[in-house]
């Protein structure tokens, strides 16, 4: 398929990776559908693809919610053309140990994590499966290896893992790769908010846990666009089922 034929959906592209994600892939010559709870949040990262002399539109919806997911699938369709790119990247925390985590709590993070990714995909991948071809790129964790207080992101985490490698070998034969990306420590409002929670001044929250990364920094947003970009990448056509952490280490 022609690179300047190629559409984009990226969710949870307000702000943070969704929105670097966004940027990168417009650069790399696709057109962008860029989605988040709130449309006119979305509205921002879009106008700033179109002013750098890319196609974006900007869509609002609730990953968790189908018949929201089935209309921007719809609308990107519409507008832009066959959605054949989709990174599931909306993600939420709602941090908490398991004695005093709620129920509302593993629903919410569970919910936009692994029913967000299944009802995104498969409303895209009808597309990229006409189409002939297909790149899905989501977006796991570090915490899918396991982490204190996070009982319900780490087992959506590792869930987006398992649910990848299914969707590899389940659409492979169509053309369409899956792949997962799994960042360690990025620089951006959720781990802000983690270091409010717990109440560590930001500064100190950076130079701390940038001391553990093997590489002595903390991810930046443009760290893990790089890596969508590879999985989106036309070439990279004979990588699927695949985990990369991007985390300056093994692990972190
Ligand atoms: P972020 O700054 O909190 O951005 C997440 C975006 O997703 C926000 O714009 C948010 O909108 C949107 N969103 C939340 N729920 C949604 C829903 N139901 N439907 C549509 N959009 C929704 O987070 P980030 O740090 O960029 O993280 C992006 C992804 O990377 C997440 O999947 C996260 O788990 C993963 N990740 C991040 C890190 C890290 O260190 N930052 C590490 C590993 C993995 P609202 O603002 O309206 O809530």
């Known amino acids: 398929m022609p690179e300047a034929s190629r559409v984009a959906i990226v969710t949870g592209a307000a702000r943070g990776i969704g929105a670097a994600v966004a940027l990168r892939l417009a650069y790399d010559g696709l057109a962008v559908a860029v989605l988040d709870l709130d449309e006119a949040a979305a509205t921002v990262s879009a106008d700033a693809i179109t002013s750098a002399g890319g196609v974006a539109i900007a869509l609002g919806a609730d990953v968790a919610d189908p018949t929201a997911v089935q209309a921007s699938v719809d609308r990107t369709a519409d507008e832009l053309g066959a959605p054949t790119v989709l990174v599931n990247n909306a993600g939420i925390t709602r941090d908490n140990l ?63 893992q398992g649910l990848t490698k299914t969707l590899a070998l389940e659409l492979g034969r169509f053309g369409i790769t899956a792949n997962c990306v799994a960042p360690g420590f990025i620089v951006s409002e959720m781990t802000r908010v983690t270091a409010d929670r717990i109440g560590t001044p930001w500064a100190q929250y950076v130079h701390d846990r940038a001391q553990a990364i093997p590489v002595q920094r903390a991810g930046e947003v443009d760290d893990v666009a790089n890596a969508v970009s590879f999985f989106a990448d036309a070439r990279s056509g004979f990588v699927s089922g695949q985990v990369l952490y991007v985390a300056g280490g093994p692990r972190t």
Not at 118 to 144: K, Y
């Open 98 to 160: 398991l004695i005093t985590l709620t129920e509302n709590d593993w629903d919410a993070v569970i919910d936009v994590h692994l029913k967000g990714a299944v009802l995104m995909t498969r409303a895209a991948q009808a597309h990229m499966v006409e189409s002939g071809w297909g790149r899905i790129v989501n977006l796991s964790s570090t915490s899918a290896l396991g982490n204190r207080g996070q009982a319900n992101y780490v087992t959506a985490k590792a869930g987006v």
